[in-house]
T-cell receptor
Framework: AQTIHQWPVAEIKAVGSPLSLGCTIKGKSSPNLYWYWQATGGTLQQLFYSITVGQVESVVQLNLSASRPKDDQFILSTEKLLLSHSGFYLC???????????FGEGTRLSVL | GQQVQQSPASLVLQEGENAELQCNFSTSLNSMQWFYQRPEGSLVSLFYNPSGTKQSGRLTSTTVIKERRSSLHISSSQITDSGTYLCAMGGSNAKLTFGKGTKLSVKS
């Protein structure tokens, strides 16, 4: 079975501290992977997408970066968190050309 | 840029009533998708519907490309249907542009 797992489930971090969020896909080789972000009460926005290892495209600039170190892994990170980074982060992978993406359970981030 | 407008922003129904959620998009699209967002934030895919009508149980999605709109019809609403419904427009480079959502509350 194909599964998508995000970690951690939730984080409380201080402004200026580093962040690393992870996403792992099981059961699918060479998946197209995506990071989304939603501010509290806001609209879901696509941040990054990756179609292969080592290749990441940025969609929205939020002082965040993403990396694809392995075929089944997608990492979202920053060296210095801002208050505006608070929100809900979702990882997704595209199941097929004419199908909706499958989303992970998400990570809720609070920056204080 | 691409814009997606959803209406209404919120909706309150009595259990058993029907609901019609609307989504209007500003540019040509590659796909139109509907999602249900649970209160804790996770998403459930409801429909991938770039054109025409699709039905799944009590849910029906209709997309009319030339009118740049899509709708989600919920029949015989149940309390468990409560939550936020999101539509998303697919564009180039697999980018999804989401609407702000319709928050549905179904009461007994």
């Amino acid at each position: 079975a194909q599964t998508i797992h995000q970690w951690p489930v939730a984080e409380i971090k201080a402004v200026g501290s580093p962040l690393s969020l992870g996403c792992t896909i099981k059961g699918k080789s060479s998946p197209n992977l995506y990071w989304y972000w939603q501010a509290t009460g806001g609209t879901l926005q696509q941040l990054f997408y990756s179609i292969t290892v080592g290749q990441v495209e940025s969609v929205v600039q939020l002082n965040l970066s993403a990396s694809r170190p392995k075929d089944d892994q997608f990492i979202l990170s920053t060296e210095k968190l801002l208050l505006s980074h608070s929100g809900f982060y979702l990882c997704a992978w595209k199941v097929g050309d004419n199908q909706a993406p499958l989303f992970g359970e998400g990570t809720r981030l609070s920056v204080l | 840029g691409q814009q997606v407008q959803q209406s209404p922003a919120s909706l309150v129904l009595q259990e058993g009533e029907n609901a019609e959620l609307q989504c209007n998009f500003s540019t040509s699209l590659n796909s139109m998708q509907w999602f249900y967002q649970r209160p804790e934030g996770s998403l459930v895919s409801l429909f991938y519907n770039p054109s025409g009508t699709k039905q799944s149980g009590r849910l029906t999605s209709t997309t009319v490309i030339k009118e740049r709109r899509s709708s989600l019809h919920i029949s015989s609403s149940q309390i468990t249907d409560s939550g936020t419904y999101l539509c998303a427009m697919g564009g180039s480079n697999a980018k999804l542009t989401f609407g702000k959502g319709t928050k549905l509350s179904v009461k007994s």
